[in-house]
């Protein structure tokens, strides 16, 4: 009887380490009154690398020019930068080219993607800006628990407790 007891419990633990763990909005790292920051990100994030020589934040306005590099991992190539937030001049290359220098203008950062698209796939460019995530931007992604982990968390357990309930009952009677 203590073994079946003692099986459910570690299946009860089994099951409830199986959800998956749930992170809280983490903010985005302040920004100093006055600077604007500059954030390269690869798209697809396995496809390639993309940087900017961008050390720390930029002052508001400052004339600093910003070369932005991207480069694509084997069976990649680069497709294109797209600026999702801030404003910019291009001092130099183009928006299909691997190295672009920008000169940041505004208060606001740039959040800018390097688009890869695999070996003989079309190369395309946007038409038009797209949408901000849903929290404009300020917080990181949002991690947590899986609809069907949570319900079948709480059937498994609502069947090890109804089972130990049970084997007590027999146990007593």
Known sequence: MKKVLSLMVVLALLVCGAVSV??????????????????????P????????DAEGYIEIDSGKQ????????????????EFITGQHTIISGKVTDP?????PQGDESLLIYAHFVK????????????????D??????????????????VVALTAVFAVAVTLKKKQQG
């Open 22 to 43: 749930s992170a809280a909005k983490s903010p985005s790292p302040t920004i100093p009154e006055g600077f604007i920051a500059v954030d390269v990100v690869p798209n």
């Open 45 to 52: 994030g396995n496809a390639g690398e993309a940087d900017s």
């Open 66 to 81: 910003v070369t932005i590099t991207a480069n694509p991992k084997p069976g990649y190539k680069f497709s294109h930068w």
């Open 99 to 103: 190295i672009m220098v920008i000169e």
């Open 119 to 134: 070996e003989g796939e079309d190369v395309t460019t946007p038409t038009e800006k797209p949408s901000l995530p849903a």
């Open 136 to 153: 404009g931007g300020e917080q990181s992604p949002t991690t947590g628990y899986s609809t069907l982990a949570v319900v079948s968390s």
